[in-house]
């Protein structure tokens, strides 16, 4: 098992910043894919970022490119998201997502608001 913990979240006006952070523990975080997914009120959970293994190489939802950067610190055992410009559309619980293979981890979640 891999256990993820989200933090970071919190209430901010339009145009201002949040950093998310993923904290893994339990596997070897580096062996995974990492992925960040929100969810709205009345929506269904959708693709927000993603970053590859090695860090090599990130992808993004178009409604964030842009605005948003993901990262990860395998030697840390955490990815972030970094967002910028934050829109009031960006209200969501954001998610943390670990992959390899057939192997898929989640967090709890962690509520960002944007006001505007």
């Known amino acids: 098992q891999m256990q993820l913990l989200e933090s970071g979240g919190g209430l901010v006006q339009a145009g201002g910043a949040l950093r998310l952070s993923c904290a893994a523990s339990?596997?070897?975080?580096?062996?995974?894919?990492m992925g960040w997914l929100r969810q709205a009120p009345g929506k269904e959970r959708g693709f927000v970022a993603g970053?590859?293994?090695?860090?090599?190489?990130?992808y993004y939802a178009d409604s964030v490119k842009g605005r948003f950067t993901i990262s990860r610190d395998n030697a840390k055992n955490t990815a972030y998201l970094q967002m910028n410009s934050l829109k009031p559309e960006d209200t969501a619980v954001y998610y943390c997502?670990?992959?390899?293979?057939?192997?898929?981890?989640w967090g709890q979640g962690t509520q960002v608001t944007v006001s505007s």
């Open positions: 339990g596997r070897t975080f580096s062996s995974y894919a």
């Open positions: 970053i590859i293994r090695g860090g090599g190489s990130a």
């Open positions: 997502n670990a992959r390899f293979h057939t192997l898929s981890y």
